[in-house]
């Protein structure tokens, strides 16, 4: 398969202080990649880094076009779409409101009203929720809103990081199947980062684990799940 996303050798950190040392990893078409590690591993930095919010060297490259000196904004453009540490809802504003954000740069109105009603079938509480303030979503429910508008920006490809966390084992895995789901049905790529291992390494093919901004160990998901020394030295399980 084709890569989608590429990095090479990537190094950043923050001022004075280096985080990644030369991280390399890719992402193909459709493909779904965990990154995971420890925290501090410098798996949050490497999704700033492909989103133009940290400065780096090496080269990021999405469908082969270098992202090097791109802000923000023309990443995003470009199809990627980043459900941040924290999930970065507005709780000022309402459901509809946030979703709206994911939307409002596209000019394809029938097939963003396409996308709303799968949004709203593969999360029916929010479409329950539409016209409430995000503030009076659940932990989980606030993740949903966050996957829900990243795909309505019709992205090529979804940085997720940390979808799990802070959420009862039972919402995780709706929200797990969930991401399948829209990667399976819309052919999204997904670079997702987590620091639960085995949830992960269920949904992805490939996986890397970062070690103090480094990739120590890469490999098929399936084998890394069933390697007992990499998951007692890196999965921690
Ligand atoms: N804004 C920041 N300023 C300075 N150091 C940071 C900042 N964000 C993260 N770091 C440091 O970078 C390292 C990697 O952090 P991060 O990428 O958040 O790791 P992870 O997501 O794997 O937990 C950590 O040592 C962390 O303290
Ligand atoms: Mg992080």
Do not use: C
């Not at 941040?84 to 954000?101: H, S, Y």
């Not at 989980?140 to 920006?153: H, N, S, V, Y």
């Not at 987590?194 to 970062?210: G, P």
């Amino acid at each position: 398969m084709t890569a989608l996303l590429e990095l090479e050798n990537v190094r950043a950190g923050y001022g004075p202080t280096a985080v990644l040392h030369g991280v390399s990893l890719s992402v193909p078409e459709s493909g779904v990649v965990s990154l995971l590690g420890a925290n501090g591993a410098g798996k949050t930095t490497t999704l700033r880094a492909i989103t133009g919010g940290v400065r780096w060297t090496g080269d990021i490259r999405l469908g082969g076009r270098s992202l090097r000196g791109k802000p923000t904004e023309d990443v995003v453009r470009a199809g990627v779409a980043h459900v941040p540490e924290g999930r970065g809802i507005l709780t000022e504003l309402t459901v509809d409101e946030n979703l709206r954000l994911g939307s409002h740069l596209r000019r394809d109105g029938a097939e963003v009203r396409k996308d709303y009603d799968r949004v709203f079938e593969y999360f029916p509480v929010l479409k329950e929720r539409r016209r409430l303030s995000a503030s009076t979503l659940s932990g989980g429910e606030q993740q949903m809103l966050a996957l829900a508008r990243a795909f309505l920006m019709r992205p090529r490809l979804m940085l997720l990081d940390e979808p799990s966390l802070g959420l009862a084992p039972m919402v995780v895995r709706a929200i797990f199947e969930i991401i399948k789901t829209i990667n399976q049905t819309s052919r999204v790529a997904v670079l997702l980062v987590e620091q639960n291992a085995r949830i992960a390494l269920e949904l992805s093919s490939t996986a890397y684990v970062l070690e103090v901004g480094r990739v120590a160990v890469q490999g098929e998901s399936a084998e890394l799940k069933g390697d007992e020394s990499v998951r007692r030295s890196y999965l921690g399980y």
